[in-house]
């Protein structure tokens, strides 16, 4: 019987060693540290003889607001790399590892899906290569380095109640959110008031995702704020002598995984932070090492464009100095029936009233990305339920928007299913129409830069911040760090801090409940309505159902 599950489909696939996939790029075996017989890290010393070759082109895949009946954005991001490379132009795929959280919690596993996965999907889904496990480990390092040096005299005069740095775990686990710390006796600390958010919040995830070599990392670091000090001076990783040990902990995790897709293509899995809550892109250093190898790169931004493709351009191509050539924009006929007020489960009827009014919230997003000056092509990923009429009414709307919708059939049919798509991705990037440029300038206020992209890419009336958050905000600039971009933690559900209002809303505001200076990674973090940094297990968590299998596989994670 021919395979018909995402996994199924993984585990029949026929993988190429690890090295015959760094041939393809022109990386010597010896510069491919192993993990296994199909994946391994990209040397160091390899990407940095890399300086001085051209970049090829960069094509970023996002898509509209996510809902509970799927987009697509990761298989499509594989497919699109698949397409290219079957019509004969080198690409490679660059995407984000996956979080614990997720994956135990109501997503399941994130390597694409159908006929258009990157494998080996269990491993890249758990453990990988340890990449996550080097984050946490120096992210609590610095933790435990704080606390130390209060213990034992506290020579830098730190102010027990501002310790900013809180400690990261990659689970969810709504009870660790709110802690108090070194209750016991004199012998455990001082007792303050703490907590934990999930890894891919954490600034040292976004710090190796935006570094570019690891002296780079080492600076960037010592210069995360910690705590301030009676007097209100901050103190930094650097003030308690952690950012040696952390880069350290860190070098092996700063070189970029190389994998495969079902296709034998070359794919990058580096980094992972959240779109909701961090920046959403994979790791600079994986996209500039792809953009010396292939010709063309697909790279993704986490959920919608709204979140991910923003946070894409205002701040990893402003960190990077990369500039996109085009940008894809993935929808589905049942999400958009979904965004038009269907429920659920009745997305499987004909609706093509919903589907015209749904189609709202993608013309929201495409007028946004194009308001970067990036040219735009909408993805339609086929399901089998679509009808014609439905169909139609997409491509109808896009065209009226001035861009194209092409149907894809990724899933189902592999690399013959996104010919069409991979063709005109082609055809725009070499063209080379692209205008990019961000949204808001360095020395705009760090408050004018929230309420830009409120009112710009969310469409709100303006925001609300109370008095605290306005001081805080002043008092950075004050400090020297009123140039840095600006990273919106919000649902990405809506393009309100509602997550139940779909489509394309109007008449709202934005309510700012906290800000946070991420000094290290060089960015204000703005904590929009009831957000959180770490997340919380579904009712009916995933893991209930993961298991080991009498056949000693891995069940229940797809």
């Known amino acids: ?72 954005k990761t298989t499509t991001t594989v497919g699109l790399g698949d397409g290219l490379n079957a019509i004969g132009r080198a690409a490679a795929i660059c995407i984000r590892e996956a979080s614990l959280g997720p994956c ?46 209060i213990y034992w005299g506290n020579d830098l005069d730190i102010d027990s109640r501002r310790v900013t740095w809180r400690r990261v775990m990659d689970m969810n686990d709504r009870a660790l959110r709110d802690v108090v710390l070194s209750l016991g006796g004199v012998s455990n600390g001082y007792p303050r008031q703490s907590g934990f958010d999930i890894t891919v919040a954490s600034e040292v995830m976004a710090i190796l995702c935006l570094a570019r070599d690891l002296g780079d990392l080492e600076q960037r670091l010592g210069d995360i704020v910690v705590a301030y000090t009676r007097d209100r001076r901050p103190v930094t990783a650097r003030d308690v002598k952690a950012d040696g040990a952390m880069t350290v902990l860190l070098a092996q995790a700063m070189q970029p995984n190389l994998v495969q897709t079902l296709e034998n293509n070359s794919a990058f899995v580096h980094g992972g932070p959240f779109a909701n809550i961090a920046h959403g892109c994979n790791s600079v250093i994986a996209t500039r090492t792809a953009l010396k190898l292939a010709d063309f790169v697909v790279t993704e931004a986490g959920f919608g464009a709204d979140l991910g493709a923003e946070k894409f351009m205002n701040i990893k191509c402003r960190k990077a100095g990369l500039r996109p050539d085009a940008v894809v924009i993935v929808a589905t006929v049942r999400a958009l029936k979904m965004n038009g007020g269907v429920a659920k489960e009745a997305l499987g009827r004909e609706d093509v009233a919903a589907v015209r009014h749904g189609c709202a919230n993608l013309g929201r997003h495409l007028s946004n990305v194009k308001s970067f000056g990036v040219p735009a092509v909408v993805a339609i990923n086929h399901f089998a339920t679509d009808t014609k009429a439905e169909i139609e009414a997409v491509k109808a709307f896009v065209a009226g928007h001035g861009s194209e919708a092409i149907l894809c059939r990724h899933w189902a049919e592999g690399s013959d299913g996104i010919l069409e798509l991979a063709r005109k991705v082609a055809e725009i990037a070499d063209a080379g129409v692209s205008q990019f440029d961000y949204l808001y300038p360095d020395e705009m206020p760090l408050l004018e830069k929230i309420e830009t992209i409120a009112k710009r890419i969310y469409r709100a009336d303006g925001v609300v911040a109370d008095d605290r958050v306005r001081e805080q905000l002043r008092a950075w600039e004050e400090a020297g760090f009123g140039h840095l971009p600006v990273c919106m933690a919000k649902t990405q559900y809506s393009f309100t801090t509602d997550p139940t209002r779909r489509g394309a809303p109007t008449g709202f505001s934005v309510p700012i409940r906290e800000v946070r200076l991420a000094a290290g990674a060089g960015f204000v973090v703005a904590i929009c309505g009831e957000i959180m940094t770490m997340p919380g297990l579904p009712r009916t968590p995933a893991a209930e159902t993961i298991r080991i299998g009498p056949l000693g596989e891995v069940e229940g994670l797809f």
Do not use: C, W
């Open 1 to 72: 019987m021919a395979p018909r599950t995402d996994i199924e489909i993984a585990r029949a696939a026929r993988k190429l060693p690890i090295q015959a996939i760094g041939a393809r790029l022109g990386i010597p075996p010896e510069d491919l540290l192993p993990y296994g017989h199909d994946k391994a890290k990209v040397s160091a010393e390899f990407i940095a003889g890399l300086e001085g070759r051209p970049d090829g082109k960069l094509i970023l895949v996002t898509s509209i607001n996510p809902t509970a009946a799927g987009e697509g």
């Open 104 to 149: 135990f919690g109501m997503k399941g596993g994130a390597a694409g899906g159908g006929y258009a996965q990157v494998i080996p999907m269990e491993e890249m889904n758990l453990h990988f290569t340890g990449d996550f496990h080097a984050i946490t480990s120096a992210h609590n390092l610095l933790a435990a380095m704080i606390d130390n040096h």
